[in-house]
């Protein structure tokens, strides 16, 4: 059993920063960011596998940077230059699946979900 809390978000301006957190509970090999804006399904934001492989959308790629902090079990999400397009709620996931690449960035692979931290780029 994984239980995932987020925290870290917010209301900034264009351009700001943001840096999420994620605490878990339990060991996944693969933990990672997604987001839902209204009316849309999650989008898959950034992976990491326990190996060090990541994985990152188009749309964040050079912006955002997923890390994971062993000794407090924690995965972080730095996000810079915010655009408004960032407005989301984030959500922490976690599996135990050998996913990689575009796989890996799918929502409908993961097995535990955080209740998500909302941020908003105004």
């Known amino acids: 059993h994984v239980q995932l809390v987020e925290s870290g978000g917010g209301s900034v301006q264009a351009g700001g920063s943001l840096r999420l957190s994620c605490v878990a509970s339990g060991y996944s090999f693969v933990m990672g960011w997604f987001r839902q804006a209204p009316g849309k399904e999650a989008e898959g934001v950034a992976v990491?596998?326990?190996?060090?492989?990541?994985a990152y959308s188009e749309s964040v790629r050079g912006r955002f940077t997923i890390s994971k902090d062993k000794t407090k079990n924690t995965l972080s999400l730095q996000m810079s230059n915010l655009k408004p397009d960032d407005t989301a709620t984030y959500y922490c996931?976690?599996?135990?699946?050998?996913?990689?690449?575009?796989?890996?960035?799918?929502?409908?692979?993961?097995?535990?979900w955080g209740q998500g931290t909302h941020v908003t780029v105004s």
């Open positions: 990491i596998r326990s190996d060090g492989i990541l």
């Open positions: 996931a976690a599996t135990w699946a050998c996913y990689s690449g575009a796989q890996a960035l799918r929502s409908d692979g993961y097995s535990y």
